[in-house]
């Protein structure tokens, strides 16, 4: 007894330390019987997906006809396609395009853009805006690019008139995924994160438009490119105040026309030539307008907002 009332503290600690190795001893235990669990059970799973990577394709039995059923889903899925494919009715994209033929697109459509905004008072980032192809102002080789060039050519006249039938203040941006590496990611033109996916049956584009108006106007995009023939899905939506407009500064404040000095039809004072100047007119005030309701305020004191979209437009490819 005398030596546990000495050496106490030892002892106690002692008896913690063999709990602790217990606990650590179960612990360890459990959660090796926990792996085995798992290790077996994705042994089990990887032995399944061999068996099926290597089972030998089998056309049935005389109860199963699996040739028979794997024509009865492509029917299906080539009917639901031709379905697809009379609700969702996009221009027909030439696939032999040459150089010059697309070209002449370019320019005339173009054109037909910049007239349309200004005939729907669209204010355009500026005069002579090309819509994302301002690499192309003199490139006369496209590199084949020229049929994929055409399908966004397309895509942006639609995007276009709603912007343009919504009545939207201003367009400030318009960007695309750039069709293939020849063209440059890194100019303002290009989603340099975006990419043109395609498999075999339809294409996805990814497009980027910054616009400036009301929510109202918004209503109108967003109803338009729900209604429009073109399959287009919208996939975000930014909003932010738009930056305030330099207004023009007055032009400078003229000083009435002097009257003739004497010796010309007028007359002198003592103290010189003496000008016919008008005579001030009694002005009435303006009248009182009434107060206007906190509603009223609101409504009018509505800012103009900038609209970021983010939209793919999703393309079938031409039926074989």
Same mark, same amino acid.
């Given at each position: 007894?005398?030596?546990? @009332? ?11 330390? *063999?709990?602790? *190795?217990?606990?650590?001893? %179960?612990?360890? @235990? ?17 032995? @399944? ?47 032999? +395009? ?25 204010? *355009?980032?500026?005069?002579? #805006?090309?819509?994302? %192809?301002?690499? #192309?102002?003199?490139?006369?080789? %496209?590199?084949?690019? =020229? ?29 695309? !995924? ?74 400078? +404040?003229?000083?009435?026309?002097? =009257? ?7 007359? #002198? ?21 009434? !107060? *206007? ?23 079938? @490819?031409?039926?074989?």
């Amino acid at each position: 007894m005398a030596w546990v @009332k000495k050496n106490l503290f030892i002892l106690i600690a002692g008896v913690v330390s *063999l709990g602790l *190795l217990g606990f650590a001893i %179960f612990f360890v @235990k459990g959660k090796m019987d926990r792996d085995a669990e798992i290790t077996a059970t994705l042994d089990e799973s990887a032995g @399944k997906f061999k068996d099926l990577i290597q089972r030998k394709n089998h056309p049935g039995s005389e109860k199963v006809d699996n040739i028979k059923t794997a024509k009865e889903e492509l029917a299906k899925v080539k009917s639901f396609m031709d379905e697809l494919r009379e609700y969702i009715k996009g221009p027909e994209i030439s696939t032999n +395009m040459n150089n010059q033929q697309f070209r002449a697109l370019l320019d005339t459509s173009l054109t037909q853009l910049r007239r349309a905004a200004d005939e729907a008072n669209v204010t *355009l980032p500026v005069t002579n #805006y090309w819509f994302s %192809f301002a690499n #192309y102002k003199t490139t006369v080789d %496209f590199k084949g690019d =020229g049929p994929g060039l055409a399908a966004q050519l397309e895509d942006i006249k639609s995007i276009m008139a709603i912007l343009n039938n919504s009545r939207v203040h201003s367009l400030v941006a318009f960007r695309r !995924a750039p069709v293939s590496e020849t063209e440059y990611n890194s100019t303002p033109d290009y989603l340099g994160d975006k990419n043109v996916i395609t498999n075999d049956w339809a294409v996805k584009t990814p497009y980027e438009i910054t616009f400036q108006g009301f929510s109202s106007e918004l209503a109108r995009v967003m109803e338009g490119l729900a209604n429009a023939k073109e399959c287009f899905v919208v996939k975000s939506l930014g909003v932010a105040q738009a930056p305030e407009e330099k207004k023009a500064m007055p032009p400078p +404040m003229m000083m009435p026309p002097m =009257g003739p000095m004497g010796g010309m039809g007028g007359d #002198y004072s003592r103290y010189g030539p003496r000008y016919n100047m008008p005579r001030p007119q009694l002005v009435a005030p303006p009248p009182k307008m009434p !107060a *206007l309701s906190a509603q009223t305020k609101t409504i009018l004191d509505e800012n103009k907002l900038r609209f970021t979209l983010a939209v793919d437009s999703i393309r079938l @490819k031409p039926k074989k």
